[in-house]
Structure formats: C-alpha cells, structure tokens
C-alpha cells in the first residue's frame, strides 16, 4: 500500500484528499504545522491551521490570505480524508497533522518538544501507522538541562550586568522563543525592552491569553537611562548592527539548543550561551516516535540519518530519511527602521 503522505516538488502531499501540509511552492489547499517561515510560505490559495496560529500567519503572510483556524482535535473533511490537528508543544498555534483515509493514519509532526511550555499545550503523541517527524537535534549529545536551572542562570546572568552597570542583551528567536523567554523569567529583576521583531506578536500572543510581562518598544535613549537594569530581548539578526551599537555598554546572550555546542557559541560571539530549544532532543525524539507506536518512520532536516539508522538497528522500525526543504526558524532576518532602536 502507498503511503498516505508522500514527498513531492512541493513538498508533502497526500494525493486522496489532494492536499499539501506545509509546502514550499504555492498550492490549492494546504495543511499549517506553524506560522515559522520555512513551515508557512506565502502564496497558497486556502489555508487551515490551528486557531491560536491564524493571527500569525496573518502578520507573517499578509491579511488577504484566505485561512481557516481549527480547534486542537477538531476533524474536518477535506475531500474524503478526516484530518485533525494535535499539540505538538513547539510554539503558539503549533500542531501535528493527522491524516486518516481508509484505516490508514499518518501523522506529520512539523517541529515538537516534549517538555512543558507555558505559551503553548503540551506534546500529546498520536497513535499512528506512518509518523513524520523531524529530527533537528538527533545526535545524543543534544540532551537538554532542566529550563528551571536555564532560567536560574539567565536571572542571574542578568542580576550580575545590573551591578556593573550593563545592560542585558538576550538573543533568541523573534516568534515562538521569545515569547516562551518572556514567559518565564523574573520580570521582578528590571524592566524588560524588546526588540520591534518582537512586538509585532504581542497582541496575538494576548489574544491567546498567553501570560507576559509588562515589555516596552526598545529604544536606545530609555534602555541607557536605566543605567544597565534592562533587559532587552532581540533576534538574532540584530546582533552587531548600529541598532545594538546604540545601547551602550551591554552584555549579550543567546538561547537556543545549539548553545550545547561551544563552537556555536563562537561563531554567535555572544558572552553567554544559554541551552533552551523548542526542539525535542534527542531522548525526546526516541520518546515521541515510540510511543506513536507507528511501523514507518520517515525523518526530515536535522540529522535525520543518524536518527533513522538509529530507529532501525535498535528499534526494528521501518526508518528512512525526507529530504525536505525546513530548517531553523526564521529570525526575523531584515532589521528595517520599524525595528530600529531609535
């Protein structure tokens, strides 16, 4: 029997419903996982999604795009094949597909943690007979500390520039990550700026009831008047330009999984790195893919191969790479004047 999803020039196809879940080239129909850049493309004619995910793909696409914002769970018929969305814990509005079609399920997973975030539900694994996951951090030396002890370390990280009179610079990710950084650490400790890249998502993130502190539009000339108490959250895009340039004497961070690796902090050049994904790991990953309980496995991005040969020496499954065009969320890569510090 043919697989229910296939890879095609475009992306991921399922040819019974004729849909596309996070294609790379304009399609008919297509199935959202989440509002980053290379899961969410512009240029598709109907787009369905899950609720708390439209407002973002709006603001990342456009408000002309014609989308449909579903509940978590909730089925829809899509020319014959019942389709369903389920948490997969990696940002707001974040989901997995399942797709069922003559007793068959398949599930793409699109970017998934198994670890608690308060911005988003929890993983939930859905049973399955094909599961497509990726597998960013799949080597075994990707295995994440406790995100109490992070947030302990970034706190202090920030505590300790306040007495020298730095202000604190934390790079991560403008939609999803940072958000999530936001979410969790001691706005008791200063005030907190961000980043216009940042901003731009503070409403839907409130329109999804999501907790955040009180954050303030960075500008140069009030970040230096706290005299180093801030805290100033920013993507990683704006790392060395006149934009950072003009806040003064400052100390900067980065968090992300990569940080598990030192040469990456390196080639960041920030003073700390702070190890923080919204990727599952690699016990994570083990964790996920097993208990869909799924025969077939197919991997895309990341180290897919090593997880695959893994899967099949040791698991006995059915395990074999996609060659797909996901990657690394987007960064929110163009500092326009809009997100300038002024």
Sequence with gaps: MADLIEQREKGLYCAAGDFWIDPWEPVDRAVITHAHSDHAKAGHRQYLTMADGVELLRL???????????????????????????????????????????GQVAVVSGDYKVRPDPTCPTFEPVRCDLFIS???????????????????????????NQAVGKTSVLFSYALGKAQRLLAEIDANIGPIYAHGALMRYEAAYAAADVDQPTVTYCEAKAVKAENGAALVVAPPSA???????????????????????????????????????????????????TATGADKVLLTHGYSAALARWLREM????????????????????????????
């Design 60 to 102: 990342r696409l456009g408000d002309d795009i014609t989308v449909r914002g579903v509940a978590y769970g909730e089925c829809v018929d899509i020319n014959g094949v019942q389709v369903s969305l389920h948490p997969a814990g990696h940002m707001l509005g974040s989901a997995q597909v399942r797709v069922e079609h003559k």
């Design 134 to 160: 990726e597998a960013t951090f799949a080597l075994p030396i990707y295995c994440w500390p406790d995100e109490a002890e992070v947030f302990a370390d970034i706190n202090a990280w920030w505590r300790s």
């Design 239 to 289: 790392f060395g330009t006149p934009w950072m340039r003009k806040l003064g004497k400052v100390s900067t961070a980065f968090a992300s999984g990569w940080m598990t690796v030192r040469g990456r902090r390196r080639q960041r050049g920030v003073d700390r790195g702070f190890i923080l994904s919204d990727h599952a790991d690699w016990n994570g990953l083990i964790e996920a893919i």
């Design 315 to 342: 698991n006995g499954l059915d395990a074999a790479t996609l060659m797909t065009q996901y990657g690394e969320e987007d960064d929110d890569a163009e500092i326009s004047s809009e997100g300038a510090a002024s």
